[in-house]
């Protein structure tokens, strides 16, 4: 299975500091070993983004960027990275308001690329819901 890392779940897999890093690392460790995580566009600009501008972090573009390319390289796991070819014209119906489209976007994206979307977000329809730690 590949599964496609929403901006937030990104975050908190590659950010210790996030307050759902201890939830992506437990879940990252019940994946089979043949599983891989990927990343796209979107979800690489939103990491970058949200680094940047959150003042919880502030951390410099470059190095967000220098944290996912060691990411993309990293032994423990195969990551890929998925090309998009989609726009809003591809939106899912359920799609309604625009804090929606993101989500609509990266999930008609896994399923065109044959992954499934990972997501912290409780509101994705048919989306994969990393389970909170026990």
């Keep these: 299975m590949t599964w ?7 975050i908190a897999a590659l950010f210790a500091a996030h307050e759902h890093h201890p939830r992506m ?3 990252l460790e ?3 070993s043949e599983d891989a995580l990927a990343t796209c566009s979107i979800t690489e600009l939103g990491y970058v983004r949200i680094l940047n ?3 919880q972090y ?18 423990k796991r195969r990551v890929v990275f998925l090309p998009d ?22 999930l008609g994206l896994s399923a065109a690329r044959g992954a499934r979307l990972a997501t912290l977000d409780q509101g994705i329809p048919g ?3 990393i389970p909170p730690t026990p």
């Excluded at 496609?4 to 990104?10: I, P, S």
């Excluded at 014209?89 to 308001?97: A, K, M, N, Q």
């Design 53 to 55: 501008q959150a003042p």
């Design 85 to 106: 070819e989609r726009g809003a014209v591809d939106l899912p119906s359920w799609v309604r308001t625009g804090r929606q489209t993101i989500d609509g976007h990266l």
């Design 4 to 10: 496609l890392l929403d901006v937030n779940a990104l």
């Design 25 to 27: 690392s437990a879940w």
């Design 30 to 32: 019940t994946l089979p």
């Design 58 to 75: 502030r951390v410099e573009v470059r190095e967000s960027v220098k944290t996912l390319a060691r990411f993309r390289r990293q032994s």
């Design 127 to 129: 989306a994969f819901l």
